[in-house]
């Protein structure tokens, strides 16, 4: 006889009784599921009686049906109408001129437009992932800034917007001529690797993505500082890890930024990492106190609730818009004009052949000839800050 009073008999036949009530569970649960799928003039009056029985059963399989639904409208892509939208954009251009200190937050949204892929839009990266999808993307050596790229660079040039929180790793927000002291990369940036014994940390900026052997708590990228000798890393901030790089995170210059700010404008963003950073969002302060939030996305955000005004539409779109209600002119990118050619530090002899990713070049005269006239590559990308990201959501096939 067993402590707790049992045979060992007696315990088998227990749970036997128990997997047999949880499988008959699981037939009932499967049998309410069909007839509900049903229309109800379909129904058999036996069918009804079943229902009657499992209430249950029907409020939890209703229940589920609603947050499924739910769900699926979160994902969902929206736009305003343009009328509606040119009104928007009229409200949201009141807000920036007002504002006394304008700070922006920018996601994968503003990229798009680069060839960029976003995260969880219908064609993003974990969206494609979850459904068992491959992931492609142009080589994203060859994107360059966007029309909201530049357009943020003018505003923060003509004073109306203080600071950019960025969580794109693509460095398009310093190629586009934002100074670095206006910018927080709160996730890292591919073109940038440091040297963190050297004190203060010693950056350097390079004209390729510097993240080809790096991933996941993995972050040397085989080249040595010129000064001590010691393995550079690289600065991304992958999920899971937490940020702690001076530069180019800033995080010293988001957070001050988010103080003092009474107006923040999110651009192409979900926010769903994003808002779990309290100091972004001024949560100390009495809702009174706290800045007027406006979203411009394609689809929900856990912050539509609080904002003063959601625009649903495409970032480029709003931004020309606004731009052009503002009496600004957006400025042109320009290869030649480029800050990271001036910012970059070149390898070292025998560094050559320490990455195999192409590099920026100015011109398509600097290319390697293999390079020139080269279409954006479509081919599913490998390694780096995009890649590893991209295989840690893969999901595994089950072995039968």
């Known amino acids: 006889m ?3 009073g049992l045979s060992r008999s007696e315990r088998k036949a227990a749970e036997r009784v128990r997997r047999l009530r949880e499988e008959q569970q699981r037939e009932r649960l499967r049998q309410v599921s069909r007839i509900l799928r049903k229309a109800a003039a379909e129904r058999s009056a036996e069918e009804g009686r079943l229902l009657a029985e499992s209430a249950d059963l029907v409020t939890e399989l209703q229940g589920r049906s609603r947050r499924r639904e739910g769900l ?3 994902q969902e892509e929206v ?3 343009p009328e509606e939208l040119r009104g928007k954009v009229q409200e949201l251009a009141s807000a920036v001129r007002n504002a006394k200190y304008l700070v922006v937050y920018t996601g994968a949204g503003i990229s798009t437009a680069a060839s960029i892929p976003d995260y969880r839009g219908p064609n993003g990266v974990w969206t494609l992932l979850q459904k068992g999808r491959s992931v492609s993307a142009a080589d994203l050596s060859e994107a360059e800034p966007t029309l909201t790229h530049m357009s943020i660079t003018r505003l923060h040039e003509q004073k109306l917007v203080q600071h950019v929180v960025s969580q794109n790793c693509d460095g398009l927000h310093l190629r586009s001529g934002l100074p670095r002291t206006a910018i927080s990369e709160l996730h890292g940036n591919m073109y940038i690797e440091v040297c963190t014994s050297c004190v203060p940390n010693r950056e350097y900026v390079r004209v390729f993505d510097v993240t080809e052997r790096t991933a996941l708590h993995r972050h040397q990228t085989g080249r040595t500082c010129h000064k ?3 393995q550079l890393r690289d600065t991304i901030v992958h999920f899971g890890e937490r940020g702690t790089l001076g530069q180019p995170l800033n995080w010293e210059a988001a957070t001050e930024a988010a103080s003092r700010a009474d107006t923040i404008l999110c651009l192409g963003s979900s926010l769903k990492v994003l808002k779990k950073y309290p100091r972004l969002w001024c949560m100390t302060k009495p809702p009174s106190r706290r800045p007027k939030l406006y979203i411009v996305n394609l689809q929900w955000t856990p912050k539509d609730d609080w904002a ?3 625009l649903h539409g495409k970032c480029d779109d709003v931004m020309r818009l606004l731009m052009a209600e503002l009496g600004l002119e957006i400025p042109a990118y320009s290869r030649w004009q480029d800050p990271i050619f001036s910012l ?13 990713r192409k590099s920026l070049c100015r011109s398509r005269e600097e290319a390697p000839p293999g390079d020139r006239g080269a279409p954006l590559s479509s081919a599913p990308i490998l390694g780096g800050w995009f890649g590893r990201g991209c295989t840690k959501r893969t999901k595994r096939k089950k072995v039968t």
Do not use: F, N, V
């Open 344 to 356: 970059a530090t070149p390898l070292r002899a025998g560094e050559e052949g320490s990455h195999s």
């Open 2 to 4: 067993a402590a707790g």
């Open 79 to 81: 736009c305003d109408d």
């Open 308 to 310: 003063a005004l959601k």
């Open 228 to 230: 001590c000798g010691t």
């Open 72 to 74: 699926k409208r979160r």
